[in-house]
């Protein structure tokens, strides 16, 4: 690319907002023009906003340190600045979905990482290795908004990518129930231990909100697109615990699955590892070269050894095996925050820009 793409961070100062300012230090298409969050934090440096805030492993890019934070809400004066945005700001449902829309009118494609318009039928939920052809319903939704380039993209919720590619890789076996226990970390709720003490050496057995998510959104995003709408692909029937547990990053997935047809082990190892999407085809920055792995050892895949797989963008997958009541059972980790947020986010921006959706204004 000659001249990279100028990109705004909506709720930048967030947990989720800190990823994508990490993610795209040193990017060869997008580069970080514009940090925008709360009435708050306006006004001030991203350093000084962010304060004792700063959440990851890595410093904070020196490139956005003096960026003077602009407010969210002055859409028109954000919009102005750059080339197309990804969101993350934590507001109300319905406070996003407007905002996200204010933005795609101005022309400026939204790259969203909320959940406000994932069942919005003309908005595609994209996890691009595996559906990247929904993105053909920014056509619709285009018509309705009465915009040329703006849009909204969203990508679905960090706990299904521990399973859901298994799902996909394994759809000419047609799964057909799944019974699920995910295992979450505390960063899917924006926290560290330091602020959220009460999970150390806890499990608590609720996230609002997320059983449901973790039982629909996997039959959109493997679900068709046809006559310019989804039509919600009608297996496997999936059913979900969602525990949150002392892990700092990386949700891990506890599955049962029976199949139409049962294959056998050796079949489903192999579809998992040749499995690939138009990120790998296209040679996107952000893909990673292997997206499943599968991990033998009995005691894989682990928090600690295995969530940064391939840069926390790839799903780590083990112990299957033959079940006593399923066809089979197995374990699936993915890095929520990069995989399941901020990263999916912008493998999705990249799949955009090679498809010609998001260009220079
Ligand atoms: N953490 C995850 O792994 C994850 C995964 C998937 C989805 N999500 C979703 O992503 C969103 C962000 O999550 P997070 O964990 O990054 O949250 P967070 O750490 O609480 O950050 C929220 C961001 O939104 C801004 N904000 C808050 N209230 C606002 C308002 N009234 N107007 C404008 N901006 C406002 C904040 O700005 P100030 O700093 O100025 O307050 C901050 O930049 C949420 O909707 C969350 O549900 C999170």
Known sequence: ????????????????????????????????????????????????AVGGRWKMDTPMPEGVKKLIVKNVNEVEEVASTVDFVFSAVDMTKDEIKAIEEAYAKTE?????????????????????????????????????????????????????????????????????????????????????????????????????GEEEKSEKEPLRVLGTLE????????????????LRVPVLNGHTAAVFINFEKKPTKEQLIEKLESFKGFPQEAELPSAPKQFIQYLSEDDRPQVKADVNYENGMGVSIGRLREDSMYDYKFIGLSHNTVRGAAGGAVLCAEALTAKGYIQAK
């Not at 990823?19 to 350093?47: D, Q």
């Open 1 to 48: 690319m000659e001249k990279k793409l100028r990109v705004g961070i909506l709720g930048a100062t967030g947990m989720v907002g800190q990823r994508f300012i990490s993610l795209l230090e040193n990017h060869p298409w997008f580069e970080v023009v514009t940090v925008a969050a709360s009435p708050r934090s306006a006004g001030k440096t991203y350093e000084e």
């Open 108 to 208: 400026t494609p939204v790259v969203s990482n909320n959940s406000a318009h994932r069942w919005t039928k003309d908005v595609p939920m994209v996890v691009p290795e595996i559906n990247a052809a929904h993105f053909d319903l920014i056509k619709t939704q285009k018509e309705r908004l009465g915009t040329t380039r703006g849009f909204i993209a969203v990508k679905p919720n960090c706990s299904i990518q521990s399973y859901t590619p298994a799902l996909a890789a394994w759809k000419e076996f047609g799964p057909k129930e799944v019974v699920v226990t995910t295992y979450q970390a505390i960063s899917g709720a924006g926290k560290t231990f330091k602020d959220w003490p009460e999970m150390i050496e806890n499990i608590i057995p609720y996230i609002g």
């Open 227 to 242: 006559n310019g709408e989804i039509k919600l692909a009608e297996e496997p029937k999936i059913t979900c615990q969602c």
